[in-house]
């Protein structure tokens, strides 16, 4: 069977036979096992810290809601790039090897950029800090250190066994990773369980291979399996190394696009139209909020404004409030 050319992924739907359905059920079933001891293993004990500004405190607390952003308007637009070059470079070797795992790897490594993997999968991302005052987050997160850092409790990260049917409400806690060892580990684990099911799909099922039709659509959705889970989830729960000091903890939705088709907000950011999500929590409920940290250069009424906010919120319950401790010169005042 030849290699098709790019863009495989757009071919229509083909039932496979069921040795191979059920290998690419076994795939899911592996990631979402995947996903599940990340959480466990990662399970959030501490309360994580949110910095906006005043404005997204009012609408958070108003509304009950966090955004999670398309992750195409990531700060650092580079840092998702980071970890998908990062899988390439274990993809490399694979699809040197020939025969059915050469066309499994590189269609994987051609589905890893933007335009391609974008085509098919949707991801939205909300982030947190484990560190509630740190110098570089109240300047690009925190309206440059005028805004605050909302402290959630821990258990409005605790994991949810049971999946809905709206994607919108299946959100998964990650860590963000800053060792690339790590991360390349992390994508290994995909990579060598994607080589298994094609391994044994060889073995039990190569007469149904032979057919190209049936052999595309096999390597297709397995290919697009791999990509799903887990190696843009690691690529977008890692940075590079020179981030360590944020500390993230990330919660992200993912998604086929056509999954989310018509669920997706829109607004407006410096003349761009920015694709998010709401996602409702219960912040009424006691102890939900547990603190709100002031920013450094915040003016000397802030904490009034922020009892203010907390109270029209309809929050009944004591949130601490503080103000930062780190050393401070606005860029706004530097002039």
Known sequence: ??????????LPHVDLPHTLEVAINDY?????????????RSRIVAPLYHYTDMRGLEGILKNQEIWFTDYRHLNDKTEL????????????????????HSML???????LTKRNFGRVFDFFIASFSRNGDDLGQWRAYADDGRGVAIAFSHDVFAPTEEQSKDPRKNTF???VVYKDAHTRARHLKGIDKATSI??????????????????MEFLNRLARSVIAVPLIWNAITCKHPAYKHESEVRLVIVAEKKRLRGKV?????????????????????????????????????????VRRIIKAA???????IRRSRVPYRSFRNAA
């Not at 790039?81 to 090897?97: E, F, N, Q, S, V």
């Open 1 to 10: 069977m030849k290699k098709p050319k790019p863009g495989f992924v757009m």
């Open 28 to 40: 899911h079933a592996w990631g979402d096992d995947y996903f599940r001891k990340i959480e466990r």
């Open 81 to 100: 790039m980071h970890g998908i070059d990062l899988a390439k470079t274990l993809l490399a070797p694979r699809m040197a090897t020939g025969g059915y």
């Open 105 to 111: 790897f590189g269609w994987i490594d051609d589905l």
């Open 173 to 175: 806690t990650g860590p």
């Open 198 to 215: 094609l391994d044994a799909a060889l073995i039990y099922a190569r007469h149904h291979l032979r057919n190209k039709t049936i052999g």
């Open 265 to 305: 907000s829109t607004r407006t950011r410096n003349g761009m139209v920015v694709r998010y999500i709401p996602h409702h929590l219960q912040l009424r409920d006691h102890g939900k909020v547990v603190s709100i940290v002031i920013g450094p250069a915040a003016p000397n009424n802030a904490e009034v404004n």
């Open 314 to 320: 309809g929050l009944n319950y004591n949130v601490r």
